[in-house]
Nanobody, 124 residues
């Protein structure tokens, strides 16, 4: 089992940027697909971005989120990152990092390991 710990969230003004980090322990994540999801109050968890072990990546095609999120990984540091630019108040949510041994997935149900989440709050 992979243990995941997210960090980097906080309170930021609209238009700002954040870089979230997810450090894995327990085993190397070099063979895992890693993903970021988020959950806003009263809403379902939604997919944000995913990156395969080989570096194939995708981000959500939701109109409100297009072009602002970038996922990357550093397997030497067992860490996955999510860069968020041009933050909007509607980006306010708890952001979760997740891991799956599948080659690639964007479906939350395929991810068996989850972090505790990091809160991102965007003020207008």
């Amino acid at each position: 089992q992979v243990q995941l710990v997210e960090s980097g969230g906080g309170l930021v003004q609209a238009g700002g940027s954040l870089r979230l980090s997810c450090v894995a322990s327990g085993r190397t994540v070099s063979g895992y697909c890693m993903g970021w999801f988020r959950q806003a109050p009263g809403k379902e968890r939604e997919f944000v971005a995913a990156i395969s072990w080989s570096g194939t990546k995708t981000t959500t095609d939701a109109d409100s989120m297009k072009g602002r999120f970038t996922i990357s990984r550093d397997d030497m540091k067992n860490t996955v990152y999510l860069q968020i630019n041009s933050l909007k108040p509607e980006d306010t949510a708890v952001y979760y990092c997740a891991a799956t041994p599948m080659a690639f997935s964007t479906t939350a149900g395929d991810f068996g390991s989850w972090g505790q989440g990091t809160q991102v709050t965007v003020s207008s």
